[in-house]
């Protein structure tokens, strides 16, 4: 049943995998081409110098467990996750933790403006806003819930929650169009993890491809798409051109193609496509926003801070100066923390740093970064202890994925538009997941209009993808589920 040349899939992500597991296991023959020297793309299981401990240094949840294909493989082929239900804390520049009844409402208040507020002023009210209105005019405004029954001084603890959902979003909530904030049809309920993070997701996913026959090639970065026409000027066949991590090219014709590059990726490497892709496909790939996400994860032996399962770091109240860089973060912004203790049992504390901060962190040097975030800990979590009572890291780890040349930032975000420039909107999502000439496909978060920077998105799409292909070569045989997924 198999072709003489296979399918190329381009990325070994959670949307190459899943991609690749749909055709391999119709019977056809799938190569996957991965730039790097793992699987996996933004989802990265990254082992401490504890070699037992592993913290996910890309993604880490599963977003809204309610009608999230993820949950459902993870309930038929018995990968084991929990329910991740956090309970915050606030904690004050000095030290001090914010009293429990007014954090809850805070974070009820943030909830309800990030989620119901802004997405009701998008869609339901009397004028759609404009292309060119941000995000953060209505879940900023004065109407709006996170500042619902506050007292003045109270009010920048709540800003502070506010403005770390840039971290969300990966762009400042001034870039995100409001617009459109919302109009996704997501999954719901509370978020998941899977017991030992994500890794058990993908050990999953590369053990199924093996044994369907995929061959998977590492260090083997794609630099060339060309299309090849036949005798009747139809597209035939593709020729796809690597260089490996020895410098050599090699080249590989394949009957059909899946292109998972990134979003940030695509920006940058357009160029590869021989011809090249349609106009509207380069103008959607140019409209889309492609955010920023880091992370700062510090390891220690043991735990020796108060227990939570996120804290928000709050700035002083009287400073105007940002604490979520070495210098110059945003002013009013907190820092989210999350303790790997009480989801993982890993003595980690991990730092969410996102949008224009995460964009800026990636400029400074680890050596600037890993004794100022020894420092913040110490100074949020560390009050009323020694100095010698707080022992020294383990681990500390930054990520950079603007810096990463096979990521180029995190994921997703549907920007404003300046007036008179062509609108971004979530039509920019379905162009990029049409096929060109039939013969070659796209797969990848940025690809679903409606799970856009998520990993259910990735492997939807990569399902999505996977479907057309094996129906188009055939022989889907009895038992391979077929994703419902359109877009
Ligand atoms: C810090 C961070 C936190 C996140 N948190 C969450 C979360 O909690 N929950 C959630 O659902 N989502 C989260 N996400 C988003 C999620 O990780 C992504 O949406 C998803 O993993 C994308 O999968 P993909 O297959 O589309 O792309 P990728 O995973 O990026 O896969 C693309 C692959 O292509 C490869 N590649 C790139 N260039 C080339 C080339 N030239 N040749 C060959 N291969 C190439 C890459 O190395 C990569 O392996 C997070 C992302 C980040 C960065």
């Not at 996170?146 to 870039?175: I, M, R």
Request: one cysteine or more; aromatic letters at 8%.
């Amino acid at each position: 049943m198999s072709e003489k040349r296979p399918v190329v899939i381009i990325g070994g992500g959670i949307s190459g995998l899943a991609a690749a597991n749909q055709i391999a296991a119709a019977g056809h023959r799938v190569i996957i081409l991965e730039a790097r020297s793992r699987l996996g793309g933004r989802v990265h299981p990254f082992r401490l110098s504890d070699p037992k401990y592993t913290v996910d240094i890309g993604a880490s949840w599963i977003h809204g467990v309610i009608g999230n294909p993820l949950v459902e493989i993870a309930k038929k082929n018995e990968l084991p996750f929990e329910i991740f239900a956090p309970d915050s804390v606030i904690i004050k520049h000095d030290g001090e933790l914010l009293d429990a009844e007014l954090t809850r409402k805070i974070g009820e208040n943030n909830v309800r403006g990030f989620f119901d507020y802004a997405v009701a002023a998008a869609h339901a009210g009397p004028d759609t806003p404009s292309p060119d209105v941000p995000l953060s005019k209505a879940f900023l405004d004065l109407a709006s819930p996170v500042f619902s029954g506050l007292s003045p001084t109270n009010v920048p603890y709540s800003v502070a929650v506010a403005k770390v959902y840039d971290g969300w979003v990966g762009a400042s909530l001034d870039q995100t169009s409001l617009r459109w904030w919302g109009f996704e049809r997501s999954t719901e309920g509370p978020d998941a993890m899977f017991v030992g993070g994500y890794g058990t997701l993908l050990n999953w996913l590369e053990k199924n491809a093996r044994s369907h026959g995929v061959e998977i090639i590492l260090n083997e970065e794609v630099v060339g798409v060309h299309a090849v026409c036949g005798p009747d000027e139809e597209v035939s066949h593709i020729i796809i051109t690597a260089k490996n991590a020895s410098g050599n090219t090699n080249t590989y014709e394949a009957s059909h193609a899946i292109v998972t590059l990134p979003l940030g990726v695509l920006k940058e490497k357009t160029h590869i496509f021989t011809p090249p892709l349609p106009p509207r496909r380069l103008a959607s790939i140019s409209r889309l926003g492609f955010g920023a996400n880091n992370k700062i994860i510090i390891a220690y032996d043991q735990r020796w801070w108060e227990p939570a399962d996120t804290y928000l770091f709050a700035p002083d109240r009287d400073s105007s100066e940002g604490m979520t860089l070495p210098r110059g973060g945003t002013p009013g912004r907190g820092i989210c923390v999350v303790d790997e203790t009480s989801s993982k049992g890993i003595p980690a504390l991990v730092l969410f740093i996102g949008a224009d901060d995460g964009d800026a962190l990636e400029k400074f040097s680890d050596e600037e970064l890993k004794p100022w975030a020894e420092g913040v800990v110490k100074q949020y979590l560390g009050a009323g202890k020694k100095n010698a009572d707080i022992p020294p890291p383990t681990d500390v780890v930054i990520t950079r994925w603007r810096s990463d040349p096979y990521a180029r930032g995190a994921y997703c975000y549907i920007p404003t538009t300046t007036p008179g420039e062509e609108e971004c909107t979530p039509l920019d999502f379905a162009e990029l997941a049409r096929p060109v000439h039939e013969k070659i496909f796209f797969a990848g978060e940025h690809t679903h209009m409606d799970w856009y920077a998520s990993v259910h998105g990735a492997w939807a799409s990569g399902m999505r993808e996977g479907d057309r292909i094996a129906a188009l070569l055939g022989g889907v045989p009895d038992g391979v589920e077929m994703s419902h997924s359109k877009l």
